[in-house]
């Protein structure tokens, strides 16, 4: 069983997306991965096919609370065939150590009680590099950081190494680092997007996967009005940006396997 977190405290980077294609990538695998969206935006939990209208059994702030199992709380992904999710929901901003004093540490304990019948776990986390975030870098075996191609990408990755050193590293999980750093957003014909690729290429090396290439198919992936969300890999296979995704996340979980 393999915990993968996806985390980087800028928004909008494409942590979910990167979640999202994981799961569907795991799937494609043969695994049976399930996902926790600890985002109360619930992006993960759109991109896995859920919709208003779909019979909910329950959220992730129950199951950091506790209150429920994993078991309990998993709904049958919609659009990934094979896949699982737990929802996030606005009850995620109330949590707080007050109520539940193992906030940290609880879920890497919990899952680490078994996680059957699921092979692996994706957990995406809210653009925060605190609260929820520490507890699924706690519980990570593999720190997936997405990073938009933009001046300030360095010092993204910069803050969560910051973080895992320090407020994971120190005491809860030694050693804790990125794992794997995902170019998201890239423009190939920009001159700045080739510059920072370097740069990520230096510092990161082969800790770095193939970039996931700006199209307008992602956009068009998540959900409409009329049609639940899906990974863009399921969506349109072909396109350029599914061809980027196969690539990177085939990396990560191939290394995965042979760690
Ligand atoms: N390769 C891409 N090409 C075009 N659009 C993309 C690509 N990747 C992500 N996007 C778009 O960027 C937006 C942000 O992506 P996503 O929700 O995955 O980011 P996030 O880091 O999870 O954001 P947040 O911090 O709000 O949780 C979405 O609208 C998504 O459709
Ligand atoms: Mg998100």
Redesign the pocket.
């Known amino acids: 069983m393999t915990i993968y977190t996806v985390a980087?405290g800028?928004?909008?980077?494409?942590?979910?997306?990167?979640a999202g294609e994981l799961l569907a990538g795991l799937a494609r695998a043969g695994r049976k991965p399930i996902g926790l969206d600890l985002?109360q935006?619930g992006?993960f939990t759109s991109w896995a096919g859920v919709v208003d209208e779909t019979t909910i059994y329950g959220h992730t702030a129950e199951l950091l609370e506790g209150e429920a199992t994993l078991q309990d709380a998993a709904t049958d992904s919609p659009t990934i065939p094979g896949t699982s999710i737990i929802v996030g929901t606005h009850k995620l901003s109330d949590l707080t150590v007050q109520d539940v004093p193992d906030l940290a540490t609880g879920l890497r304990d919990y899952l680490r009680g078994g996680t059957e019948p699921w092979s692996d776990v994706v957990i995406?986390t809210?653009?925060s590099l605190a609260g929820v975030t520490i507890t699924a870098l706690v519980a990570a075996d593999i720190v997936i950081a997405?990073v938009s191609m933009e001046r300030e990408a360095l010092e993204q990755l910069n803050r969560l190494e910051e973080v895992l050193r320090t407020k994971v590293g120190r005491r809860m999980r030694p050693g804790a680092r990125i794992d794997w750093v995902v170019p998201?957003?890239f423009r190939t014909g920009g001159v700045m997007a080739r510059e920072i690729l370097e740069e990520l290429q230096q510092t990161y090396g082969d800790r770095l996967t193939t970039p996931?290439?700006?199209?307008?198919k992602?956009?068009e992936a998540?959900r409409s009005p009329r049609r639940p969300g899906r990974p863009v890999t399921i969506h349109a296979p072909t396109t350029r940006?599914s061809q980027d995704y196969i690539e990177a996340i085939g990396t990560i979980i191939r290394a995965g396997a042979n760690s």
Do not use: F, H, L
């Open positions: 980087g800028k928004g909008g980077v494409g942590k979910s997306s990167v985002d935006q992006n995406d809210p653009p997405p998201t957003r996931i290439r700006e199209d307008v992602v956009r998540y940006a």
